[in-house]
């Protein structure tokens, strides 16, 4: 039987249960969601653009980006699109099974989508695409409350379809709502033509709106930043790689990682289920603490400095170089 772990230690401390407080339907295919602890505490703090990570029933952990205002510590809510790809599953629950009282494994807020506080006379672009609007809606007030100059381009299939219109109205002539672009990529060439050299751009949604914002951006020489709300990519093997052994300190296992197979892999041959989501590097949700040894990083997530400290490392793609690794688990 497998046996389902949660990655002990300092990361140990950010699970928490949350009890489901509210689902409100708020545009077509979107629900939104209310937490509270169930242990009546306050809620962790959190920062503009941070997700949370939610064991869904048993189809696995999901990501969600909070979208109230982060000195709320009474609650925390999220929205979640009903979707037809991998995460169909997760969302099928929330949508359909899910229901008030419920209650829910949570991982405490993580931030890949980091906001750097907009300095005076700087300007940002904001463009969303379909519930990528989400980690934005925090990061779009804090961006109205400093009183710098933003914008955001709001793109989505109909305008049926996009949540937070009305709470989006507010801002007026900022906010730009493009339901079925024709031809999005001139849009958003044009949009970005007229921004200054200084401007930021946070985009986020699917990877085709991804990349395109990316290109124009780096053309025009634009600080841009970005968070994928559908994955794509490998699970970091190559093909020179070398077997190493893999010891779980905690329960003192010693696992043979072969070269062509990944550290979850390994370990699910030996019946343990480590938590994992993206398996690619780039969520951050199966991040382990090494006790000893040299991790060989292939993530996108920890910065060049926590990759040479070896701290920690991100285990669904991450090797070792040295012969033995021990980690956390
Ligand atoms: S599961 Fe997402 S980084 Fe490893």
Same mark, same amino acid.
């Given at each position: 039987m497998t046996k389902r772990i949660y990655t002990a230690g300092v990361y140990a401390e950010r699970d928490m249960m949350l009890t489901l407080r509210r689902r409100d339907r708020i545009a077509e295919g979107v629900l939104q969601l209310e937490f509270v602890r169930s242990d009546g505490g306050p809620m962790p703090p959190w920062e503009p653009g941070a997700h949370?990570?939610? =064991?869904?029933?048993?189809?696995?952990?999901?990501?969600?980006?909070l979208i109230g205002d982060p000195k709320d510590r009474e609650k925390w809510q999220i929205a979640v699109r009903l979707t037809g790809d991998d995460e169909a599953q997760a969302s099928l629950y929330l949508h359909r099974e899910s229901g008030?009282?419920?209650? #829910?494994?949570?991982?405490?807020?993580?931030?890949?989508?980091? #906001?750097?506080?907009?300095?005076?006379?700087?300007?940002?672009?904001f463009i969303a695409g379909g519930i990528g609007i989400t980690p934005l809606l925090s990061m779009i007030d804090s961006a109205d409350a400093s009183g710098v100059d933003w914008s955001?381009?709001?793109?989505?299939?109909?305008?049926?379809?996009?949540?937070?219109?009305?709470?989006?109205?507010?801002?007026?002539?900022?906010?730009?709502?493009?339901?079925?672009?024709?031809?999005?990529?001139?849009?958003?060439?044009?949009?970005?033509?007229?921004?200054?050299?200084?401007?930021?751009?946070y985009t986020c949604?699917?990877?085709?709106?991804?990349?395109?914002v990316a290109d124009i951006s780096t053309r025009r020489g634009l600080t841009h930043r970005s968070e994928?709300?559908?994955?794509?990519?490998?699970?970091?093997?190559?093909?020179?790689?070398?077997? #190493?052994?893999?010891?779980?300190?905690?329960?003192?296992?010693?696992?043979?990682?072969?070269?062509?197979?990944?550290?979850?892999e390994a370990l699910g041959r030996h019946g343990i289920r480590a938590r994992t989501s993206c398996q690619m590097g780039v969520c951050?949700?199966?991040?382990?603490?090494?006790? =000893?040894?040299?991790p060989d990083h292939r993530d996108s997530l920890l910065s060049e400095e926590e990759k040479k400290r070896g701290e920690s490392m991100m285990i669904c793609v991450g090797r070792a170089l040295s012969d033995t690794l021990v980690v956390d688990l």
């Open positions: 949370i990570e939610i =064991d869904v029933a048993d189809i696995g952990i999901r990501h969600y980006s008030i009282g419920d209650e #829910f494994h949570v991982i405490a807020p993580r931030n890949n989508f980091n #906001f750097a506080s907009p300095t005076e006379g700087q300007r940002l672009h955001l381009t709001y793109l989505g299939r109909t305008l049926e379809s996009m949540p937070f219109r009305e709470r989006l109205a507010q801002f007026g002539d900022r906010v730009q709502f493009v339901p079925s672009a024709a031809r999005p990529e001139e849009l958003l060439e044009s949009l970005l033509a007229q921004a200054p050299a200084e401007a930021r751009v949604g699917p990877e085709t709106l991804i990349d395109e994928l709300f559908a994955y794509s990519g490998g699970n970091g093997l190559r093909e020179d790689d070398t077997p #190493f052994e893999l010891v779980c300190a905690s329960s003192s296992l010693t696992v043979p990682v072969g070269e062509s197979e990944t550290i979850i951050g949700t199966c991040e382990t603490r090494v006790v =000893d040894g040299v």
